[in-house]
């Protein structure tokens, strides 16, 4: 009886001492005192799929890093145009207007920026072109047959992206006689999402 009654105390003595917790060291929740894994670790990192720094072992969110590459379908088109004619200084016109296309009538409809450089751009009433893209920091240039468009990446975010551009150009023609100044500007955002 005294032999059970000391294996007993040895027992639950053992089972006293042991400390149940996190016992991996990577995981954010590690307890250095933990002699025991209850399987409760927790492991940082991006959850979202669509960043380009996803951790599929992750378990809870931290910051997220997302780029232009993915299929996008178009939501928002939006173009704003001024212009201004002025002859010897004095102004002859002097306009603008802001187009926002409806969202039936989104032209491309949709583009797939695609690893290693492809572009595809899909279009309502047309078939598909293929042509290729460029980064460079936050400027993505975007090329079909032979014509390249410049945008600013303003946003990139995990199911919306916004792009812009700005243009502007100032001529003078002087074989008149007298000075005729044109200028145009055009702001373009385009926005998507996945």
């Excluded at 670790?41 to 890093?65: L, Q």
């Excluded at 598909?128 to 460079?136: A, K, V």
């Amino acid at each position: 009886m005294k032999k059970l009654l000391i294996i007993a105390l040895v027992g639950i003595t053992a089972v006293s001492c042991s400390k149940e917790g996190c016992t991996d060291p990577t995981a954010y929740n590690y307890n250095a005192d933990a002699t025991s894994d209850d399987g409760s670790c927790t492991f940082e990192g991006c959850t979202d799929p669509n960043a380009v720094n996803y951790d599929a072992n992750a378990t809870m969110s931290s910051t997220c890093i997302y780029d232009q590459v993915g299929i996008w379908t178009s939501t928002a088109q939006e173009i704003s145009v001024s212009g201004t004619v002025s002859m010897g200084g004095i102004p002859l016109l002097d306009t603008s207007y802001t187009e926002v296309t409806h969202p039936d009538s989104l032209n491309p409809t949709g583009i797939d920026i695609l690893a290693g450089g492809v572009l595809v751009s899909h279009y309502s009433d047309e078939p598909s072109d293929t042509g290729s893209w460029s980064r460079s920091n936050d400027n993505l240039t975007l090329t079909m047959l032979d014509t390249s468009l410049v945008f600013l990446i303003d946003s990139v975010e995990s199911n919306f992206m916004r792009l812009t551009s700005t243009y502007s150009e100032t001529q003078t023609d002087n074989s008149q006689g007298v000075p005729l100044e044109i200028s145009i500007s055009m702001d373009s955002k385009l926005e998507f999402s996945r």
